[in-house]
């Protein structure tokens, strides 16, 4: 098996990085994608010069970007985007964003921050003492603020394959109706 990863070195040419996944070995291949043609992994491989057995042997990996957000790492960066919030008024906005459906406990809402903290999307603000506990007060960067924009469009992309095709008994009922007889 086989890991693919991918780094960009100017428009339309990358670096393709395989690794052995048992053996460790790593493999660099330049890449040049002509214009016009999309990306893809496959495309990548085969402008390196490799041939493809299973692309399901490769486990991809070319940027976080391209990984999905969880549902309360998103809910928790767009509760932000109003401004630094501590972390009670995180876990309501949270609620109230997604109506509901996420609730995050305490722990878990520090776990997360502890985490989207070390990767640079939110910072704190500052902290104070209120009623003899501390209270931190946190807010997102530009790069958390792209990353949550990035997933927004990510998900807004793939909403658009389902909502832009009608499907199933009601489709064909208004499809033969529209059909003259």
Do not use: W
């Amino acid at each position: 098996m086989l890991c693919a990863g991918g780094a960009t070195i100017s428009p339309r040419h990358y670096l393709l990085i395989r690794r052995h996944i048992t053996s460790g070995e790593l493999a660099f291949h330049y890449c040049h994608v002509p214009d016009g043609q999309p990306l893809s992994l496959s495309r990548l491989i085969r402008a390196a010069g490799l041939a493809i057995l299973r692309l399901t042997t490769y486990d991809v990996r070319m940027s976080t970007s391209m990984t999905e957000m969880r549902e309360p790492t998103y809910y928790l960066l767009a509760s932000l985007l109003v401004g630094p919030l501590h972390g009670y008024a995180i876990i309501k906005r949270t609620a109230e964003l997604s109506r509901g459906r996420v609730h995050m406990a305490t722990g878990t809402l520090y776990t997360a921050l502890d985490r989207l903290t070390a990767e640079g999307y939110v910072r704190p603000v500052r902290e104070e003492i209120v009623n003899g506990r501390a209270r931190r007060t946190y807010g997102l960067t530009e790069s958390g603020e792209a990353a949550l924009r990035a997933e927004a469009i990510r998900m807004a992309e793939a909403s658009s394959l389902v909502t832009a095709r009608r499907r199933g008994p009601q489709a064909r009922a208004a499809t033969l109706k529209a059909r003259p007889a």
